[in-house]
């Protein structure tokens, strides 16, 4: 077993380099920069988004189902509900909730209510979805909070503020409209970094250090893949499935 300061470095080192890569999918993104989308494809691509942040925040009650009483296990709830105020409210980052946010930009590039409600979406975003979701039911709240924070909350901004520019640019998308990306910059420090530290006073065994590595591991995985899934149905070379949004 290393040092817990030592995984966390490790951890550290292994998601500089995931950083190399546009979160959003290395495909996706240079099609946006050289402005090679339409509209109805960047539409498609915006309803597989809209489903993969509306829906992989229920994870969040798993991670509070799974804590205890103890000091780390207040820290984990309390860093969950100032995630939530961002995700859930009008009072955090972005003026309205972060899933509100991402249905306006699919709205604006013209998806009706219809499409919102019952969006065609990639194989692989239903994957991430169930299983980020079951990860939270399953295993102890910070190994969830791990993967999914450290997976993707501490990322740099440097890849999204060219991207932004290009929707703005290139495609006539206004400020309102890419609301939900703007909300997400600065992130690293409000949502990744404070996890690193839960990390540090938690894996203190080899088992523990195993499960939030693979876990922070699979994340990065099966996110990246619904990206590039969100992708490849924008671009009709998979067809993709419909799901169904309303109880």
């Not at 690293?188 to 499960?211: L, S």
């Not at 995985?221 to 067809?239: C, I, N, P, T």
């Amino acid at each position: 077993m290393t040092t817990t300061d030592a995984f966390v470095q490790d951890l550290r080192v292994y998601i500089k380099k995931e950083d190399e890569k546009p979160l959003l999918g290395p495909n996706f993104y240079k099609a946006v920069l050289n402005g090679e989308l339409s509209r109805e494809q960047l539409k498609k691509w915006a309803l597989n988004l809209f489903y993969v942040t509306g829906q992989h925040i229920r994870a969040f009650g798993g991670i509070f189902m799974n804590t205890g009483l103890s000091p780390l296990d207040q820290k984990i709830r309390r860093h969950i509900v100032e995630n939530l105020i961002d995700e859930e409210t009008v009072m955090g980052r972005g003026d309205d909730a972060h899933w509100m946010l991402s249905m306006r930009l699919a709205k604006a590039l013209g998806a009706t209510d219809e499409e919102i409600m019952h969006p065609v979406v990639s194989k692989e975003a239903v994957d991430y979805v169930n299983w980020v979701i079951e990860l939270g039911r399953q295993e102890y709240g910070l190994v969830t909070l791990a993967a999914m924070s450290i997976g993707g909350e501490t990322r740099s901004d440097s890849s999204m503020k060219g991207f932004v520019r290009s929707l703005r640019e290139k495609y006539g998308l206004s400020r309102e409209d890419l609301e939900f990306f703007y909300a997400h910059m600065g992130e690293a420090e409000a949502h990744g970094e404070p996890v690193f530290e839960m990390v540090r006073e938690y894996a203190t065994t080899a088992e523990r250090q195993q499960k939030i590595r693979g876990n922070i591991t699979t994340w990065c995985e099966k996110f990246s893949a619904a990206q590039e899934g969100g992708y490849r149905v924008a671009m009709d070379l998979d067809q993709g499935v419909q799901v169904h949004l309303q109880q």
